[in-house]
Nanobody
């Protein structure tokens, strides 16, 4: 069973940037759509960005143009580069596959101050 560990979150001012990492306990080359999600307090988990085994990407409208997903299968790691952060981006960020079939990790907290 693949497990994911998210890291890289923190406190940042509006307009700032962060780079999140998602490291898998097994080879990511066998996982097609690795996906970043986030969940704000009292809100449903939101799908943000996905990257296929071939490197093609898809983004939610809420982050398109600001966030960039990438993967390094040699390191079993997927990244989320986040720019122009806004207070509404405050949430816990998670990774999984595109249907969330693996156990959810602890996530990494991102807090954006205004």
């Amino acid at each position: 069973q693949v497990q994911f560990v998210e890291s890289g979150g923190g406190l940042v001012q509006a307009g700032g940037s962060l780079r999140l990492s998602c490291t898998a306990s097994a080879s990511t080359s066998s996982i097609n759509g690795i996906t970043w999600y986030r969940q704000a307090p009292g809100q449903k988990r939101e799908l943000l960005a996905a990257v296929s085994s071939f490197g093609s990407t898809n983004y939610a409208d809420s982050v398109k143009g600001r966030f960039t997903i990438s993967r390094d299968d040699a390191k079993n790691t997927v990244y989320l580069e986040m720019n122009s952060l806004q207070p509404e981006d405050t949430a816990v960020y998670y990774c999984n596959d595109v249907v969330g079939r693996f156990p959810w990790g602890q996530g990494t907290q991102v807090t954006v101050s205004s």
